[in-house]
């Protein structure tokens, strides 16, 4: 039988991917608290993921907000099963500093130049200076 953090993902879930039968939450008590694992389709963990990371983090909110009630620490982890059947575990923090490392990039690229003559002739002073 599911508890209720179980079913909370799961509902949650469910509603946002396109293959709510292939929804999997289980759960682990360990040294941390509550860990729970969801597993969905493929095709669903970006979904399940959201823009730089938005969607999960907020299921993590909700969770938290959840284990404020139950007195639990709850722990989310998404994990991606590839077509081979195999598992890995997916860190949205990960996906969502990358995303934003290329945007930063992309946006950025005008700047870098102006921020590195910027920075030499700031050592070159420091250069001057007698210490």
């Excluded at 081979?84 to 930063?104: Q, Y």
């Excluded at 003559?117 to 070159?124: C, D, M, N, Y």
Aim: aromatic letters at 2%.
């Amino acid at each position: 039988m599911a508890t209720i953090d179980q079913q909370f993902v799961e509902y949650i879930v469910k509603t946002l991917v396109n293959n709510p039968d292939k929804v999997a939450v289980e759960r682990k008590i360990d040294e941390k608290g509550v860990l729970l694992s969801l597993t969905v389709d493929p095709e669903d963990v970006g979904r399940v993921i959201g823009k730089r990371g938005v969607t999960a983090q907020a299921i993590r909110v909700l969770l938290r907000a959840l284990g404020t009630k139950q007195d639990a620490r709850y722990n989310l982890k998404i994990v991606n099963t590839d077509e081979d059947g195999g598992a890995k575990a997916v860190k949205s923090e990960v996906v969502e500093e990358v995303s934003e490392d290329v945007e930063e990039t992309e946006e950025s690229e005008g700047e870098t130049s102006e921020l590195a003559e910027k920075t030499r002739a700031e050592l070159a002073d420091l250069d001057d200076l007698d210490i």
